[in-house]
């Protein structure tokens, strides 16, 4: 609120953001391939070739999870550049952290709420949050916090489910709402947290919305790439 107390729903929403990512953590991945018919890979592979980073690059991955994005980073930027993990949730940023261990690449991992960010100003050449902005409470503290640690002429790319093209929508709510919690019931013996996901898409600010949040808080240049019919949008925004 503008008193700066969290009411009881915001309270509620952080909770259940916890509960859902504990629950999920360890079969996370698997669920992710199955869900998305392996197209989270690509979408994921887009929002790297998007964003500018190379050797050298200094990139904060924000709710990074079990570390997908961090990992292709971590190849592009050599030793000369820096990858920060970070996730609000100790489960699935340990998963994160061991699976680029496994890999072999040591990447700084820290738990961390989106909305404190514990980094200086004008840090960051890039600033990635993929699938995670809408689990967050105040979705424009976390992206005015995004842009306070990016360097001027630095990136933010928000890779997030959006809003589907209109005659797609009955198809996609079905699946959403019917198929996924199912899928999610076998898989992780958790229908709940995967009918909380689908929701929390549902409720999630449209391409043009989301848009205006990012230039609300000081990027420019916003644009926004639709992957699967708007299933999935990738908004790209500069710090100047
Ligand atoms: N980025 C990864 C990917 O694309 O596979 C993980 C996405 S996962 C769907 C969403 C992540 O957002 C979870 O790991 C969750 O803990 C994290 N998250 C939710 N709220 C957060 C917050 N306020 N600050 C940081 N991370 C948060």
Redesign the pocket.
Known sequence: THFGFETVAEQEK?RR??D??DSV?SR??LM?DLMSGGM?RLW?AFTIQRSGVREGSRVL?????????SLAFAKRVGKSGEVWL????NA??AR?RDRLLDKGYMVPAAQ????KLPFPDDYFDCV?????LR???HKDG?LAEMYRVLRPGGRLLV?EFSKVWKPLAPVYDFYSFQVIPRVGKLVTNDSDSYRY?SESIRVHPSQEELKGMMEDVGFEKVEFFNMAFGVVALHRGYKF
């Open positions: 952080a953001v916890a859902v990512f953590a996370y991945d992710n989270h994921k991955d924000v709710a990074g999870g079990t570390g997908d994005l970070t996730d609000i949730n699935m940023l994160g961390c709420d989106a909305e990635t949050v993929a699938f995670g689990n967050m409470t976390a890779l996901l």
